[in-house]
């Protein structure tokens, strides 16, 4: 079965440090990898998303993530965050031959930098 | 571009009245949507894929004749919650395929600003 892990329920850091948010998955084949992001009673932001290339993915906002096949992670990362920055973020993951289109969600992970 | 709205972006209702939310692909055309529902602090649920011109396919233990879905149109989808009932009460949000091949995002889903819907 497909699914996607987010091991941490939050993630606390201070302004201006660098962020990780874990992202973890499990699917057959090889998968489009997304991070979403969501601020209160809002839908989903697309913040960006892997498709074949460079494992170093650029999106918004000066977001970046690494896919690692071996371990099958797909971490969100900044290198200095902004109060802004605080919300909800989601991991995602698409089958490529799953002709439904279909994604599949993490349990997602609040982000709060504090001042 | 690429922008999906939702109508409304709030209701209230009484209990055992039926509301119908709206989900539109404004730039691009849709030919499938999805339907998701959100409680509390938590992910995304899937409750089912809106084909234009055909019928939903509904996840499982979503009931199909609780949550009506309509696609009438490539760029119109409709979700009707009938005979709402307070555990109904839910944070609904809609995603829209982009099905325009060879674009920059086809297939990528781009996602409404959400429904929050509170029923008393």
């Known amino acids: 079965a497909q699914s996607v892990a987010q091991p941490e329920d939050q993630v606390n850091v201070a302004e201006g440090n660098p962020l990780t948010v874990k992202c973890t998955y499990s699917?057959?084949?090889?998968?489009?990898l997304f991070w979403y992001v969501q601020y209160p009673n809002r839908g989903l932001q697309f913040l960006l998303k892997y498709i074949t290339g460079d494992n170093l993915v650029k999106g918004s906002y000066g977001f970046e993530a690494e896919f690692n096949k071996s371990q099958t992670s797909f971490h969100l990362k900044k290198p200095s965050a902004l109060v802004s920055d605080s919300a909800l973020y989601f991991c995602a993951v698409r089958d490529r031959v799953d002709s439904s289109y279909k994604l599949i969600f993490g349990s997602g992970t609040r982000l709060l930098v504090r001042p | 571009g690429a922008v999906v709205s939702q109508h409304p972006s709030r209701v209230i209702c009484k209990s055992g009245t039926s509301v119908k939310i709206e989900c539109r692909s404004l730039d691009f055309q849709a030919t499938t949507m999805f339907w998701y529902r959100q409680f509390p602090k938590q992910s995304l649920m899937l409750m089912a894929t809106?084909?234009?011109?055909?019928?939903?396919?509904?996840e499982q233990g979503v009931e199909k004749d609780k949550f009506l879905i309509n696609h009438a149109s490539l760029t119109l989808s409709t979700l009707t919650v009938t005979s709402a009932h307070p555990e109904d009460s839910s944070f609904y949000i809609c995603?829209?395929?982009?099905?325009?091949?060879?674009?920059?995002?086809?297939?990528?889903?781009?996602f409404g600003p959400g429904t929050r819907l509170t029923v008393l």
């Open positions: 995603s829209a395929r982009d099905a325009l091949a060879g674009g920059p995002s086809y297939n990528e889903q781009f």
């Open positions: 809106s084909n234009e011109g055909s019928k939903a396919t509904y």
């Open positions: 699917v057959s084949g090889n998968p489009y």
